[in-house]
């Protein structure tokens, strides 16, 4: 990483973490080209279709102490 990036990282990590999650975000976006045609749509109904899911208590969530943990056994 070069010394500006190094500089910026310094930077962005001192903001609050709403700050550093639109930075984050905007970041990732970067990276790809424009969505293919209809992502959007199709995106915005699972999103809905999820959050019917959950406030009908349909499915069951789980901490994110938990997730975090099966993700990363046998990492360390």
């Not at 970041?27 to 199709?42: D, N, Q």
Request: aromatic residues 6%; negative net charge.
């Amino acid at each position: 990483m070069g010394e500006t990036a190094e500089e910026l990282l310094k930077k962005a990590l001192s903001l609050d973490e709403g700050d550093r999650a639109s930075i984050a975000g905007a970041l990732i976006e970067s990276l790809h080209g424009e969505p293919e045609p209809g992502v959007e749509a199709v995106w915005e109904a699972e999103i809905k279709r999820r959050v019917m899911e959950l406030d009908a208590h349909a499915v069951k969530t789980v901490p994110w102490s938990e997730v975090r943990e099966r993700l990363f056994r046998g990492f360390e």
